[in-house]
């Protein structure tokens, strides 16, 4: 019997540790490390920010982060704030990370409220985004097939491409600003029907379990797309 609790006892301390059931209406029930004093300091920094703001969390694997992000989430939420919680890890079987992205905008912070007024721009920019990086592809392609040392002949053949990814690449810019100006629109009408003046905050939690491909896409599309006033991002 002392055998079998001193393997169970190993096994626990191979794993990662488990996450636990959230208390939605008292998330830090189980918060036997006290970390709800670290959100509640960070949360007072948060509430004070307006300009675009990136957080980002790091420790041991295993050490309590996720444990950390969704009770401070939850603890959020709780207090009438705009959260948005993304699992990078539950969706990089995605081909396009961004639509995962937007997908979960839809239903934390849309919620019905905007969703039909924005749904349409946001596709829109994902279209426009993941068409110019196909592109990019499609030219490295042509460079690894062509077979000849002939380097004006390979220019000649690539000035087509070219000119469609140039094409595409404004087109894109073009997108992705009016994306951005949605999501200001749209952050902005929240604030005011709420009469809240806290930042929109979206926690984007299990990036470092992804495979690394997803990870660097989701880090691009928050570079890109959510650097704007009245948003808070904090990854991890």
């Given at each position: 019997?002392?055998?079998?609790?001193?393997?169970?006892?190993?096994?626990?301390?191979?794993?990662?540790?488990?996450?636990?059931?959230?208390?939605?209406?008292?998330?830090?029930?189980?918060?036997?490390?006290?970390?709800?004093?670290?959100?509640?300091?960070?949360?007072?920094?948060?509430?004070?920010?307006?300009?675009?703001?990136?957080?980002?969390?790091?420790?041991?694997?295993?050490?309590?982060?996720?444990?950390?992000?969704?009770r401070w989430a939850r603890q959020l939420k709780n207090d009438g704030a705009n959260v948005v919680y993304f699992n990078a890890w539950e969706t990089d079987f995605a081909h396009d990370p961004l639509m995962a992205f937007l997908a979960t905008l839809e239903k934390d912070l849309f919620a019905g409220r905007l969703e039909k007024e924005y749904r349409d721009d946001m596709r829109k920019a994902a279209k426009a985004l993941w068409q110019r990086i196909s592109l990019n592809i499609v030219e490295q392609v042509t460079v690894a097939l062509v077979k000849t040392d002939d380097v004006a002949a390979v220019m000649e053949a690539m000035k087509p491409l070219q000119s469609e990814r140039y094409d595409a690449f404004k087109s894109a810019q073009t997108e992705i600003g009016d994306f951005r100006s949605k999501l200001l629109q749209c952050g902005k009408?929240?604030?005011?029907?709420?009469?809240?003046?806290?930042?929109?905050?979206?926690?984007?939690?299990?990036?470092?379990?992804?495979?690394?491909?997803?990870?660097?896409?989701?880090?691009?599309?928050i570079k890109h797309f959510f650097n704007i006033e009245n948003y808070v991002l904090f990854w991890r």
């Open positions: 019997m002392a055998d079998q609790d001193q393997q169970k006892s190993i096994e626990q301390k191979l794993v990662k540790n488990a996450d636990g059931r959230l208390n939605n209406k008292n998330p830090w029930a189980d918060d036997k490390l006290q970390r709800k004093a670290v959100a509640d300091r960070l949360t007072k920094i948060l509430n004070t920010v307006t300009q675009p703001f990136v957080v980002g969390l790091d420790s041991q694997f295993g050490s309590g982060k996720t444990f950390f992000i969704k009408t929240l604030r005011e029907a709420d009469e809240d003046d806290r930042p929109i905050i979206i926690f984007v939690d299990e990036l470092d379990r992804c495979r690394p491909d997803y990870a660097i896409q989701v880090l691009e599309i």
